[in-house]
């Protein structure tokens, strides 16, 4: 994972390449954690890194389950609007059953899906709005595809600054340190007490 994503020559492949990108920044965020420094909360927030590769997950499966399901909405929903909420709720905790390379291989799961329909989806198809929904737009019928990609490259590119923040109140690394440390660069004259052994 560079520290840029890489140059694109048409408006897909930019768009795959910025998924990509944003998308491989919480491996990096996660590199060399366990599991209880992966569940904590070192600053105000009440967001840990687990939960946050855990909320990347959920959204994008969201997001990209109206996208395959274009122009359609995807099936609906019938559970009980409160059951829902605290599903949701749930997306952005780790839990103490779950693990941090459990919580990554689902990520790496649900990405990869996410990179398939950038490839092959009409870019210009009409996403409906859900209208029961409370924090949707009620006066906008549809979204393009086009338009949920570049959502969904937004909300990763959001929380992964979330988890930097986070990251660097827990051990004091921070983005460039942790990407070398994942390709195996050493960089001289850094430390890395965060460095596994």
Do not use: C
Request: proline letters at 7%; charged letters at 25%; zero cysteines.
């Amino acid at each position: 994972m560079p520290a840029l994503a890489r140059p694109a020559a048409d408006e897909r492949s930019a768009l795959r390449e910025y998924l990509a990108y944003h998308q491989s920044a919480y491996f990096a965020v996660s590199y060399g954690l366990t599991d209880e420094q992966a569940r904590s909360t070192p600053s105000v927030s009440a967001l840990s890194i687990g939960g946050l590769v855990k909320h990347a997950t959920g959204m994008q499966r969201s997001w990209m389950a109206r996208v395959a399901a274009a122009p359609d909405a995807p099936p609906k929903d019938t559970r009980p609007f409160e059951r829902i909420a605290q599903e949701f709720a749930d997306q952005h905790v780790m839990r103490p059953d779950e693990t941090l390379d459990g919580l990554l291989a689902a990520f790496r799961e649900q990405n990869a899906a996410s990179l398939r329909l950038v490839e092959t989806a009409d870019l210009d198809a009409a996403v409906p709005v859900p209208k029961d929904i409370p924090w949707f737009p009620r006066d906008q019928e549809a979204w393009s595809v086009r338009w949920v990609v570049l959502h969904v490259i937004n909300e990763l590119a959001r929380h992964a600054g979330h988890a930097d923040i986070i990251r660097e109140s827990i051990d004091g690394a921070t983005m460039y340190e942790l990407i070398a440390a994942l390709e195996g660069w050493a960089i001289q004259g850094w430390v890395q007490p965060w460095r596994p052994a």
